[in-house]
């Protein structure tokens, strides 16, 4: 059973940094495409950022545009997300995601996705 475990969150100051973390077992992570995903509270979970199977296909919400990055290591089964200048609307629980069934495209609806993990809190204070 593939498992994804996030890590990373915390709490941050506006126009600060955080790196979340994504690692996941067993042997087949480069053939899933991977992504971001969040929610705040009374909110629908929203896209943060996707990518295909190499890192080289990315897709970005408008929201983090230029601000956040995601990259992944495929050697240590590990999927990044680098957010900087965050601000206070960022605050949400920020979900790792897999889409097990294919990985050459980066996917935008949460749908796409078929294993999650169990969250990490990001709270960014003004």
């Known amino acids: 059973q593939v498992q994804l475990v996030e890590s990373g969150g915390g709490l941050v100051q506006a126009g600060g940094s955080l790196r979340l973390s994504c690692a996941a077992s067993?042997?087949?992570?480069?053939?899933?495409?991977m992504g971001w995903f969040r929610q705040a509270p009374g909110k629908e979970r929203e896209i943060v950022a996707v990518?295909?199977?190499?890192?080289?296909?990315?897709y970005y919400g408008d929201s983090v545009k230029g601000r956040f990055t995601i990259s992944r290591d495929n050697a240590k089964n590990t999927v990044y997300l680098q957010m900087n200048n965050l601000k206070p609307e960022d605050t949400a629980i920020y979900y790792c995601?897999?889409?097990?069934?294919?990985?050459?495209?980066?996917?935008?609806?949460?749908?796409?996705?078929?294993?999650w993990g169990q969250g990490t809190q990001v709270t960014v204070s003004s």
């Open positions: 990518c295909n199977w190499s890192g080289g296909t990315t």
């Open positions: 067993g042997r087949t992570f480069s053939r899933y495409a």
């Open positions: 995601a897999a889409k097990t069934s294919d990985w050459s495209g980066a996917y935008r609806s949460p749908d796409e996705y078929d294993l």
